[in-house]
Every structure is written in C-alpha cells, then in structure tokens.
C-alpha cells in the first residue's frame, strides 16, 4: 500500500464520514488500478453522502468499466439530477457527455 492511501485510511479512522476522504481513498485505489476497491469506496460515499457531486462520474465510468452500462447510465442519469438540483451546471455538463457516449439522453 503506498503511503498516501495509507494517510488516507488512518484519517478516515478518525472521522469514518468525512467525503472528502472518502473520495480520495477511491481515487487512490483507481491509481493503483485496483477497480473493485475503488468502487466499494465510491458506494460507501454514495450511502454516507450522496449529495458529494464528484463520485457519480468516476463511479460511472467504473460501471462502464465492468461493462455495467445499465448502472453506468443510472448513475450518470442520477448525478445530472443532482448537479442541475445545486446548479452545478460544469459537473451536470460533464455527466451528459459521459451520457451521451453511452448513446443515452437525459430527460427530466
């Protein structure tokens, strides 16, 4: 484990909710190309906050990965609702595009 997930895991001990580490230990584990860990982090972020706007591209694209369209379309689908919930027009913008490249479209 390198040292930096490791920093990451003894905070998240400290404070087990904290999104922001929680997305970073994911981000880690996709660095290290250890996809299932990753996504693991990003459901638990998406259970523990899933207002946190950033975790619906990557784990999107985690889905299409595996290729779990259907839930990688589910997850885009529900991350644009979010964004344009909280005008996060940039994340809603990128969300779409992630969409559309599974040849889906939004609709509200």
């Not at 003894?10 to 997305?23: G, I, V």
């Not at 970073?24 to 996504?39: M, P």
């Not at 379309?73 to 913008?93: P, Q, R």
């Amino acid at each position: 484990m390198n040292e930096r997930l490791e920093l990451l895991k003894q905070h998240l001990k400290d404070d087990p909710d904290d999104s922001f580490l929680l997305f970073a230990i994911a981000k880690e584990y996709e660095k290290k190309e250890e996809f299932s860990k990753a996504q693991s982090y990003y459901e638990i972020l998406k259970t523990k906050d899933e207002n946190y706007i950033g975790l619906y591209y990557h784990l999107g694209k985690l889905f299409e990965r595996n290729n779990e369209n259907k839930k990688a379309i589910e997850i885009y689908k529900a991350g644009i609702h979010l964004a344009k919930k909280e005008k996060d027009f940039h994340s809603a913008s990128e969300l779409n595009g992630a969409l559309e490249s599974l040849g889906e479209h939004f609709e509200e």
